[in-house]
């Protein structure tokens, strides 16, 4: 595998023709002088709680009041590591489990933004339209791993508090709510800042070690590195090393075009490596490479 296949991509994405661009700024002018007043409030009480065992209790309620967000999850991540979750609100009983799972389950090496953390993505607000691959909402894991459990879109700041940690406030709708409107998506990106000095010096205050965690963290220590191996060595019985690459690519949601662009072949060349690992997987399309692949992690 190659570092090049966790990329952005080049498309124009959604999210920024929804008003995520820059130079759409001005739309902030119009945003409600209540939801700033509230947010404004709201984050005085969270720094006022910094120390508090609820500090991010505070933070969470804050951006509620911010924008109609509903529901949050804050995680602690370490690189080569599981995701601690420090914090939940507003998720669905029946949901916590499939969400919380897809970090440590087969689907763990697919989620965008767990990808795009695993490679250093950088610190700031993004939309889950701006992380992930072109075709990433036409295939299964996006399917299985956010419909399935009610969820469509996934908003995310994500700050880095050193020693190769970094905490993430991930901002969930679809268990029932409307999308966020571009302006929504606007006033979420310029408190980002307060948002990271917020999370910083929450930091400071310390932060639980993996050996704090919930019950069961070590066994997900293993599971990580059972996953890991199986993604490494999915289909290397029968598979040729760019076969597995062409492979890995069409499972996190790359088309032929995005896929030879990161791989640096033509897509005429993609597509024969398409065919040859289908024909020699005995799979005929995407969803069934799909259910192979979590088969193949669940056997390992």
Not at 127 to 134: G, N, R, T
Not at 150 to 174: H, M
Request: contains cysteine; aromatic residues 10%.
């Amino acid at each position: 595998m190659t570092a090049r296949d966790m990329a952005m991509p080049s498309r124009a994405s959604p999210a920024r023709l929804r008003g995520m661009s820059k130079a759409c700024d001005d739309t902030l002018i119009a945003l409600p002088y209540r939801a700033l007043h509230q947010w404004h409030a709201g984050v005085q009480q969270a720094f006022a709680h910094i120390q508090a065992p609820d500090a991010l209790r505070y933070l969470a309620q804050a951006l509620g009041d911010l924008v109609s967000v509903e529901s949050v999850m804050i995680s602690l991540e370490r690189k080569d590591q599981p995701p601690l979750s420090l914090y939940l609100q507003g998720i669905p009983e029946q949901y916590r489990e499939s969400l919380i799972g897809r970090y440590f389950t087969g689907g763990y090496l697919l989620d965008p933004f767990c990808l795009a953390v695993e490679q250093g993505l950088a610190e700031g607000f993004y939309h889950l339209e701006d992380i992930a691959p072109d075709h990433f909402f036409d295939t299964d894991y996006y399917k299985t791993y956010y419909l399935k459990i009610g969820c469509s879109e996934d908003s995310y700041y994500i700050v880095d508090v050193g020693n190769d940690s970094k905490i993430s406030v991930s901002l969930f709708q679809g268990f029932g709510g409307e999308a966020l409107r571009a302006e929504q998506l606007h006033l979420l990106r310029a408190v980002e800042p307060m948002v990271r000095e917020f999370i910083r010096q929450y930091a400071r205050h310390g932060l639980p070690t993996l050996d704090q965690g919930a019950p069961g963290q070590g066994a997900s220590r293993d599971i990580k590195h059972s996953i890991q191996n199986a993604f490494e060595h999915f289909g290397c019985d029968v598979l040729t090393e760019r076969e597995r690459e062409v492979a890995h690519m069409i499972l996190r949601g790359h088309s032929v075009k995005s896929t030879a662009s990161e791989l640096g072949i033509a897509p005429e060349t993609v597509r024969m490596h398409r065919k040859n690992l289908y024909l020699k997987l005995a799979v005929n399309s995407q969803s069934e490479l799909f259910a192979l692949f979590i088969e193949w992690l669940r056997r390992d």
